[in-house]
């Protein structure tokens, strides 16, 4: 198969983003595996210490001020702060290693969008600022976020079968819907903000219509068509 070309520049910074069962873990390590000696595949999760406890650091003066206000600013709120900001230090490492291609499996838009769903960092000044910051950090980076999605009922399906935890995989349609609408509102939120500050490209590729191998080939040809056009 052909491979993408990024004539000579630093590696390109891809995020798939979409809600629970979009196919974001599945579709990411499909094209990773095509060609692991030139793409790169990276997630929030699991990141070294190292880099967590020098994102904590410049975390820090964030969360006293908010503390300071009287907001509380939980500890799972902490952790994932910290992890949006680690994950820079993790692509600047694998930048290092001759990549054309990093993709993020849920990244830095997944990381804001999390935290708009269940904690609304945007309601005290001090994390509102952090918050921005960070988009506007993550705009000069990324150079694409792929929107992945599929219907309702592919989207339930896939929670309840996959072997994951998840949240609402014990519930009804309805709970699984509704958390899927809070889930795809607050996507929309955070990547209207990216594209009004930067150049991020916006592609959308949806999911279930002709299995594992189509999904990876019309991502592909996305990356490959918004690179010419880059």
């Not at 001020?65 to 230090?89: C, D, N, S």
């Not at 990244?107 to 600022?129: E, H, I, K, Y």
């Not at 994951?164 to 819907?177: C, F, G, S």
């Not at 219509?209 to 040809?221: E, F, S």
């Amino acid at each position: 198969m052909k491979r993408i070309a990024t004539a000579g520049r630093r590696p390109w910074l891809v995020e798939l983003v979409g809600p629970a069962g979009a196919g974001k873990t599945t579709l990411a390590q499909s094209f990773f595996e095509l060609d692991p000696w030139q793409h790169a595949c990276l997630t929030l999760w699991g990141l070294p210490r190292r880099f967590l406890a020098a994102s904590a650091i410049a975390l820090l003066p964030t969360v006293v001020a908010a503390r300071r206000r009287g907001r509380p600013v939980h500890a799972r709120e902490i952790a994932q702060m910290m992890r949006v900001r680690a994950l820079r230090y993790a692509i600047d490492r694998a930048s290092k290693q001759g990549k054309t291609i990093i993709l993020l499996d849920e990244g830095s838009v997944f990381g804001l969008t999390w935290l708009d769903v269940f904690f609304r960092p945007g309601a005290d000044p001090a994390l509102a600022q952090w918050r921005r910051r960070e988009i506007v950090a993550w705009c000069r980076r990324l150079d694409a976020v792929v929107r992945l999605d599929a219907a309702n009922a592919i989207l339930a399906h896939r929670i309840r079968t996959r072997e994951q935890p998840h949240p609402v995989k014990n519930d009804p349609d309805p709970a699984i819907d509704a958390f899927t609408a809070r889930f795809r509102a607050a996507f929309d939120r955070v990547l209207t903000e990216m594209t009004a500050a930067g150049t991020v490209r916006l592609l959308r590729l949806q999911t279930g219509g002709g299995g594992r191998a189509t999904d990876v080939l019309r991502l592909r040809a996305a990356l490959q068509e918004a690179l010419h056009a880059h």
